[in-house]
């Protein structure tokens, strides 16, 4: 079935480090979602990218979806000890259904 | 978030019992979710309902029951036949023509 891959599992960075994440479908996508969950806390919808070669950006934080709309990425620059969290990607599941497939996630610790 | 409201936050239960958990939800969105998480692990999909008095099982339904009378409200049951019970279980939702999820505050369900 659908499947989607997110590297690394954890990052442990320092402070002002920059941090990326990277996640991969086994099939085309319509969109791409990311969402941060805090250490004890639930997921919190970052950002959708939709279009194929998708640049968004919010302040410090940069979300990339490639050409084929199979990957994505989220960078973060100069990390803040408030990035702390596991990062989701997630993308529908096609058809009519509307459940979300869903990547591990990427846990960033940082050393303040 | 503000608009889905998953009750109690922390549940105590002896094996054997089956246990509900409620998820409320005044954003008025038709399609509505259940996940499990484990610790360290990403998000499993149990059930969800794209509308009222209609739900589908998701990847890990065995030992679960949900119910979908009101469109407001989704609870569910983890039964006595769920074999490892304790998790932390997330409620959401999503709007007519959009994928994107919101979550409730989550429910840490603990099986002595």
């Known amino acids: 079935g659908q499947q989607v891959m997110q590297i690394p599992q954890y990052q442990h960075v320092q402070e002002g480090e920059d941090f990326t994440t990277y996640c991969n479908s086994s099939?085309?996508?319509?969109?791409i979602q990311w969402y941060k969950q805090r250490p004890g806390g639930h997921p919190v919808f970052l950002i959708q990218?939709?279009?194929s070669g998708e640049v968004k950006k919010q302040k410090r934080l940069t979300f990339q979806f490639g050409e084929a709309k199979k990957n994505s990425s989220l960078h973060i620059t100069a990390t803040q000890t408030t990035d702390v969290g596991t990062y989701f990607c997630?993308?529908?599941?096609?058809?009519?259904?509307?459940?979300?497939?869903w990547g591990l996630g990427t846990s960033l610790a940082v050393n303040p | 978030d503000g608009g889905i409201t998953q009750s109690p936050k922390y549940l105590f239960r002896k094996e054997g019992q089956n246990v509900t958990l409620s998820c409320e939800q005044n954003l008025n969105h038709d399609a509505m979710y259940w996940y499990r998480q484990d610790p360290g692990q990403g998000l499993r999909l149990i059930y969800y309902s794209q509308i009222v008095n209609d739900f589908q099982k998701g990847d890990i339904a065995e030992g679960y029951s949900v119910s979908r009378e009101k469109k407001e409200s989704f609870p569910l049951t983890v039964t006595s036949a769920q074999k490892n019970p304790t998790a932390f279980y997330l409620c959401?939702?999503?709007?007519?023509?959009?994928?994107?999820?919101?979550f409730g505050q989550g429910t840490r369900l603990t099986v002595v």
């Open positions: 099939t085309t996508l319509s969109n």
């Open positions: 990218l939709v279009k």
């Open positions: 959401a939702t999503s709007n007519l023509g959009y994928t994107e999820a919101f």
């Open positions: 997630a993308g529908p599941g096609g058809g009519n259904n509307r459940k979300l497939i």
